[in-house]
Antibody, heavy 126, light 108 residues
Framework: QLQLQESGPGLVKPSETLSLTCTVS??????????WGWIRQPPGKGLEWIGS???????YYNPSLKSRVTISVDTSKNQFSLKLSSVTAADTAVYYC??????????????????WGQGTLVTVSS | SSELTQDPAVSVALGQTVRITCQGD??????ASWYQQKPGQAPVLVIY???NRPSGIPDRFSGSSSGNTASLTITGAQAEDEADYYC???????????FGGGTKLTVL
């Protein structure tokens, strides 16, 4: 059974860089079928897609966060990571890592985020 | 537009049928996937594609799509279906993914 686990500091100071790692177990991050991504959820609010990475290193970022986000992958450790720079209180959220499949059939396309980590709360505060 | 719009809250009587909708121009070209999120838990995929359920999702959950609107229907809602529901799809660029604002479902 595939498992994803987020790790990293739960408290980050304003203007500093938030860094999180997602460790994948029970499967290979190097599979050609999957993308790996980060999604966040501010307290009491909805889900926001942050970005995705393919095992080869190709990245896709939310345009609203692109200037501050870097996602990287370490296939040797079966991990991928998120860095978000110049954080403010608005970046306080539960951060989830997740696996994405691009599903196609005769009817069309649908994204599938099928495995999620449990989420980790990151608070931005001095 | 790359936005997906959902009603903030919907309620349903126990055992009745409820439809949760998601609107967006991109849904004319792509299907949505749907996620159930209970308090303190990670989202769980419940519907993807035209109308596909992952293993373990009850068959009272179904999906449909028409024009710019995707719908999640729960036929015979149970108390355990009370949760937040989010739709998700790909935006017009093809390289970004967006979530709807979420619908809080209350089972009365």
């Amino acid at each position: 059974q595939l498992q994803l686990q987020e790790s990293g500091p739960g408290l980050v100071k304003p203007s500093e860089t938030l860094s999180l790692t997602c460790t994948v177990s029970g499967g290979s991050i190097s599979s050609t079928s999957y993308y790996w991504g980060w999604i966040r959820q501010p307290p009491g609010k909805g889900l926001e897609w942050i970005g995705s990475i393919y095992y080869s290193g190709s990245t896709y970022y939310n345009p609203s966060l692109k200037s501050r986000v870097t996602i990287s992958v370490d296939t040797s450790k079966n991990q991928f990571s998120l860095k978000l720079s110049s954080v403010t209180a608005a970046d306080t959220a539960v951060y989830y890592c997740a696996r994405r499949i691009d599903y196609y059939d005769s009817s069309g396309y649908s994204p599938i985020f099928d495995y999620w980590g449990q989420g980790t709360l990151v608070t931005v505060s001095s | 537009s790359s936005e997906l719009t959902q009603d903030p809250a919907v309620s349903v009587a126990l055992g009745q049928t409820v439809r949760i909708t998601c609107q967006g121009d991109i849904l004319r070209y792509h299907y949505a996937s749907w996620y159930q999120q209970k308090p303190g838990q990670a989202p769980v995929l419940v519907i993807y594609g035209k109308n596909n359920r992952p293993s373990g999702i009850p068959d009272r959950f179904s999906g449909s799509s028409s024009g710019n609107t995707a719908s999640l229907t729960i036929t015979g809602a149970q108390a355990e279906d009370e949760a937040d529901y989010y739709c998700n799809s790909r935006d017009s660029s093809g390289n970004h993914w967006v979530f709807g604002g979420g619908t809080k479902l209350t089972v009365l």
